[in-house]
Antibody, heavy 121, light 108 residues
Framework: QEQLQESGPGLVKPSQTLSLTCTVS??????????WSWIRQPAGKGLQWIGR???????NYNPSLRSRVTISLDTSKNQFSLKLTSVTAADTAVYYC?????????????WGQGTMVTVSP | SFELTQPPSVSVSPGQTARITCSGD??????AYWYQQKAGQAPVLVMF???KRPSGIPERFSGSRSGTMVTLTISGVQAEDEADYYC???????????FGGGTTLTVL
């Protein structure tokens, strides 16, 4: 049973960079069967996929966020990370990390519990 | 761009059948996935590749598709099924992932 846990600052100032890390409990981060994604959800709203990374370090990003997003991988720590630059209040949301299981298609079968990030002076 | 449209809300009485639809022009070419999200919790995958149930998901959950629409059907709805439901697909040209706006299922 894979477990994912997000960590990072809960408060970021406007124009600064949001940085989050997801720690993966099992060994599947080293498998080429999975991608590792970030997904966010503003309060009371729907889900928005931010992007994903593979063990080969191949990445795919949401076109609407691509210019501000970087996702990276550190397999030695079983972690992957999100950096979102030039944040505004519109980036305030619960941020989830999730495993994208290639065996199931492009489905997110394990999720972190989510971490709330507020953009405010 | 690839967009998915869901009704904002669906209401049913316990024991009845709930049908939650998701439409999008890209759906004939791409698989659909469904997630259940209860208040304050992370989403849970309840259907993949249109009509496949992950381990642990009750048999009352089923999925189907017809043209540009996919449907999540919950037969014999129970109070515990009250949640937000999101459809998801992927634009393989990216690829990039798209979610529908979500449907709130209310069990009356």
């Amino acid at each position: 049973q894979e477990q994912l846990q997000e960590s990072g600052p809960g408060l970021v100032k406007p124009s600064q960079t949001l940085s989050l890390t997801c720690t993966v409990s099992g060994d599947s981060i080293n498998s080429d069967d999975y991608y590792w994604s970030w997904i966010r959800q503003p309060a009371g709203k729907g889900l928005q996929w931010i992007g994903r990374i593979h063990i080969t370090e191949r990445t795919n990003y949401n076109p609407s966020l691509r210019s501000r997003v970087t996702i990276s991988l550190d397999t030695s720590k079983n972690q992957f990370s999100l950096k979102l630059t030039s944040v505004t209040a519109a980036d305030t949301a619960v941020y989830y990390c999730a495993r994208d299981n290639g065996y199931l298609g492009l489905a997110f079968d394990f999720w972190g519990q989510g971490t709330m990030v507020t953009v405010s002076p | 761009s690839f967009e998915l449209t869901q009704p904002p809300s669906v209401s049913v009485s316990p024991g009845q059948t709930a049908r939650i639809t998701c439409s999008g022009d890209g759906l004939p070419r791409e698989y659909a996935y469904w997630y259940q999200q209860k208040a304050g919790q992370a989403p849970v995958l309840v259907m993949f590749r249109d009509n496949k149930r992950p381990s642990g998901i009750p048999e009352r959950f089923s999925g189907s598709r017809s043209g540009t629409m996919v449907t999540l059907t919950i037969s014999g709805v129970q109070a515990e099924d009250e949640a937000d439901y999101y459809c998801q697909s992927a634009d393989s040209s990216g690829p990039y992932v798209v979610f529908g706006g979500g449907t709130t299922l209310t069990v009356l």
